[in-house]
């Protein structure tokens, strides 16, 4: 199987800058996106910006200008470093990982979508 391990996040001052990592383990042949979600609180899951394996990134209108995201194909690994954080980007912040062609049981082949436990950013003003 594939697991997602998060790190980074907790508090952060308003203004200040924010950074996740997140690693993929498992016998993985490839990824094709690699990105970060977010939810808070009475609110659905929302894209804050992607990668795909060729380097074209994707991020939300409301994180554009203040986000970078970044990622190490060989290391299956993605960054995500948000500038300027604002009180309204408190939520608990996800990592996923897209198209991902991996070995499962019994030496077979499977794409498959994965997601992390998720880490709680919480932005003070």
């Known amino acids: 199987q594939v697991q997602l391990v998060e790190s980074g996040g907790g508090l952060v001052q308003a203004g200040g800058s924010l950074s996740l990592s997140c690693v993929a383990s498992g016998t993985i042949f490839s990824i094709n996106f690699m990105g970060w979600y977010r939810q808070a609180p009475g609110k659905q899951r929302e894209l804050v910006a992607r990668?795909?394996?060729?380097?074209?990134?994707h991020s939300a209108d409301f994180v554009k200008g203040r986000v970078t995201i970044t990622r190490d194909t060989a290391k299956n690994t993605v960054h995500l470093l948000m500038n300027r954080v604002k009180p309204e980007d408190t939520a608990v912040y996800y990592c996923?990982?897209?198209?991902?062609?991996?070995?499962?049981?019994?030496?077979?082949?499977?794409?498959?979508?994965?997601w992390g436990q998720g880490t709680q950013v919480t932005v003070s003003s």
């Open positions: 996923n990982a897209d198209g991902v062609r991996y070995r499962r049981a019994y030496d077979s082949t499977a794409v498959d979508s994965f």
């Open positions: 990668i795909s394996s060729a380097g074209t990134t």
